[in-house]
């Protein structure tokens, strides 16, 4: 603000006096589930489970709450419990009294499940990534995981997105980009999704189909998604030892799984950039990493970088990726998106990914600092379930790096949660205050705020109390 309202004021609708109150533009979370995102505001959150015991407990807690119904719970992460191991099925036939549970964990690429689940599809025991243990992972996990989805009746289903919605309003944000597939989530749930952002008021939902190859740019276009993009996996996760690394795991005795070689991801980018829509995967490891981006310079060959860098890919996570692989993203304008809460989480030189991949190689992840200077558009985001929507607290992470050097100052990451987000979604004209540009913007409480200065990462986040996108309200504090 700072200007004087007086010479405005004739054209103004409504004039509201702020009292001092830090206007910025709205936040842009880049990577969210909104459905999954509800059963973890609403359902069982196992995320602060100090141990074994402990997240058995709140499983026998929520199950008799659930009074015999599905009990679909999230947030697990046995890498900081004594026992270093999630509940077995019959741990959870135990806790849930026979019941048909479900619990996926922290980074949701794998899952434990109770027996009374696995009876409704005894296939599941022949597909890759099948345990007696009752944790499955890769397509055992995709085959449970459509089970659980499938138990939420489409009045539920609203009300976890609508939960969503509201948080993310709530925490300054103007747009969430749904990460949707025939996978994690449903054509079904989408379209539900992108039904309740238009009849109700909320932050704008910019949709993703993470499905391949023409089939899903078929799809993408047909569901109104930006791009056939997203979670389309190239590989999993480290934590899940799914990510595809160029070497072994540091505590496991292979490098994990490549869901993608470079001639279907270089296939899928031209289907994409044929039709003018964004394409997009899910890659974590180095190897992963170096499959999309050798598909990317490969579709390049053929009809040249700036068809490329016009239809603006994007890359999903990115965490270990070499300087190769970034000057390949920079030079076809591929923008990253990324969520430094994972770092907050598990880098380092003594976290969760040092344990995985030993402190050498996890002290190169999320070199943020590295993409920013080599010109790739960073946009920021949560990946919630997997971390909270939590704006400020990933403005925060990507400034205060677990490693030094590889962080954002602070104006950069604030506009890399901001403008970048915008131009993720191909929007370059939105995300910034200015004369003639969308009127999406949150109001902070902050008091002493002199010429709109960010709060500084140590002064903790701000309550937001308005969030406006494109003139409406979605959020007022009470
Ligand atoms: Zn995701």
Do not use: K
């Not at 419990?81 to 922290?106: I, K, N």
């Not at 109700?200 to 993408?220: H, K, L, N, Q, T």
């Not at 050097?405 to 403008?419: E, I, M, N």
């Amino acid at each position: 603000m700072g200007r004087d309202p007086a010479r405005h004021v004739d054209e103004a609708d409504a004039v509201v006096d702020l009292d001092g109150a830090l206007v910025t533009a709205a936040f842009v979370d880049a990577h969210v589930h909104a459905t999954s995102t509800g059963l973890a505001l609403e359902g069982l959150d196992l995320t602060g489970a100090t141990d074994l015991a402990d997240c058995l407990r709140r499983v026998e807690a929520a199950g008799r709450r659930a009074r015999g119904g599905v009990l679909l719970g999230h947030g697990w992460d046995e890498t900081g419990w004594p026992e270093h191991r999630p509940p077995t099925r019959q741990e959870l036939d135990r806790a849930s009294y026979g019941g048909v549970v479900y619990l996926s964990r922290v980074d949701v690429h794998s899952a434990v499940v109770s027996s009374a689940l696995l009876a409704t599809v005894p296939e599941v025991r022949g597909e890759a990534g099948w345990s007696e243990s009752g944790h499955l992972t890769r397509d055992a996990h995709h085959v449970v995981r459509r089970v659980a989805r499938e138990s939420i009746t489409p009045g539920h289903r609203r009300a976890l997105q609508r939960a969503t919605l509201r948080r993310a309003a709530a925490l300054g944000i103007g747009s969430v980009h749904e990460m949707a597939g025939p996978d994690i989530s449903s054509a079904e749930d989408l379209s539900a999704l992108l039904a309740l952002a238009g009849e109700e008021s909320g932050p704008d939902v910019v949709a993703y189909w993470g499905e391949m190859g023409e089939a899903g740019v078929a799809r993408a276009s047909e569901l109104g998604a930006a791009g056939a993009a997203g979670d389309l996996f190239a590989d999993g996760s480290i934590g899940s030892h799914t990510a595809a690394l160029r070497q072994p795991y540091a505590d496991a005795d292979h490098a994990g799984h490549a869901y993608l070689n470079a001639a279907q991801v270089r296939d899928h980018v031209l289907a994409c950039t044929r039709v003018g829509l964004q394409a997009g995967f899910h890659a974590i490891g180095d190897g992963a990493l170096d499959a999309v981006t050798a598909g990317l310079a490969e579709a390049a060959d053929r009809v040249g970088d700036e068809a490329l860098r016009a239809a603006r890919h994007r890359v999903e996570h990115v965490e270990m990726v070499s300087p190769e692989a970034i000057r390949t993203l920079a030079r076809l304008g591929v923008v990253a998106s990324v969520q430094p809460a994972f770092d907050r989480l598990w880098g380092g030189a003594d976290g969760m990914y040092a344990e995985r991949l030993g402190a050498r190689r996890a002290v190169t992840l999320n070199p943020y600092a590295a993409l920013s200077a080599a010109g790739v558009v960073l946009a920021l985001g949560s990946d919630s379930p997997v971390t909270p929507i939590d704006p400020w607290g990933a403005v925060r992470a990507a400034v205060e790096h677990r490693t030094p050097g590889s962080g954002l100052d602070l104006a950069a990451a604030f506009a890399a949660h901001t403008r970048g987000g915008w131009q993720a979604a191909r929007d370059d004209a939105a995300g910034v205050l200015a004369a003639g540009a969308p009127a999406t913007f949150a109001v902070w409480a902050r008091s002493g705020t002199a010429g709109g200065l960010l709060p500084e990462p140590d002064e903790g986040t701000p309550d937001c109390l308005h969030t406006v996108v494109r003139g409406a309200p979605v959020h007022t504090s009470d």
